[in-house]
């Protein structure tokens, strides 16, 4: 069964330093998601992106992040420079217009920020 | 986007029907209802959608009256590998730009 897959599954970075989490959303999916959830709370919404563009992002979704899709496979979550509250499990979801909302979501990542 | 109201947790023995209640009374014509389970350190994963009356898959039936402002999560035989947090998601059937997940019902199955 196809599945959302997810790199690196911890990553360890100092504060102030730039991280990519790698996502790589079920190859027919058009609509891409990164959620984070600080641990032991809910999963927050960041943003959307379809068509090669942002559909909508959070309030957190700020100037420090940003998302690309670089080659049509790989989706990918920047953070120009981390924060300690950035610490968090990150997942990637996608969808298939053929299950609508039916989100897939990917492992996760999680980012601890020292 | 509706909010939504959960129990923050409910507990249960194995072997037992669980039903988990979410109120949205915002909810609006074109949205549906979602559910997804969440298991510590794993991403959430859908269980069952629906938009009235009752729909059922292999792992649970999902309940929504009439007047759609909450709906029923239910989960037949509960074993201890059910213990998990449990979201209830309302969404627009046409938009899928964002989604809100609330803050979930912690199911704790004991034996």
């Known amino acids: 069964e196809p599945e959302v897959t997810q790199t690196p599954s911890h990553q360890v970075t100092q504060m102030g330093q730039e991280v990519i989490l790698r996502c790589v959303p079920i190859s027919n999916h058009l609509y891409f998601y990164w959620y984070r959830q600080i641990l032991g709370q809910k999963v927050e919404f960041l943003v959307s992106?379809?068509?090669?563009?942002?559909?909508?992002k959070s309030e957190i979704f700020d100037d420090q992040f940003s998302v690309e899709r670089p080659d049509g496979s790989n989706f990918t979550l920047k953070i120009r420079s981390t924060k300690l509250e950035d610490s968090a499990m990150y997942f990637c979801?996608?969808?298939?217009?053929?299950?609508?909302?039916?989100?897939?979501f990917g492992p996760g990542t999680r980012l601890t920020v020292l | 986007l509706a909010k939504t109201t959960q129990p923050i947790s409910m507990d249960s023995y194995e072997g037992q029907e669980v039903n988990i209640t979410c109120s949205h009374n915002n909810i609006a014509t074109n949205d549906y209802i979602t559910w997804y389970q969440q298991f510590p350190s794993q991403g959430p994963r859908f269980i069952i959608q629906?938009?009235?009356t009752k729909v059922t898959n292999e792992v649970a039936s999902l309940f929504i009256p009439a007047d759609r402002k909450s709906s029923t999560l239910s989960l037949p035989r509960v074993s201890l590998s059910d213990t998990a947090v449990y979201y209830c998601?309302?969404?627009?059937?046409?938009?899928?730009?964002?989604?809100?997940f609330g803050s979930g019902t912690k199911l704790n199955v004991k034996p």
């Open positions: 629906g938009y009235k």
């Open positions: 979801a996608s969808i298939s217009t053929n299950s609508y909302n039916e989100q897939f």
């Open positions: 992106f379809y068509n090669n563009e942002i559909s909508e």
């Open positions: 998601l309302v969404g627009d059937f046409y938009n899928f730009n964002k989604f809100y």
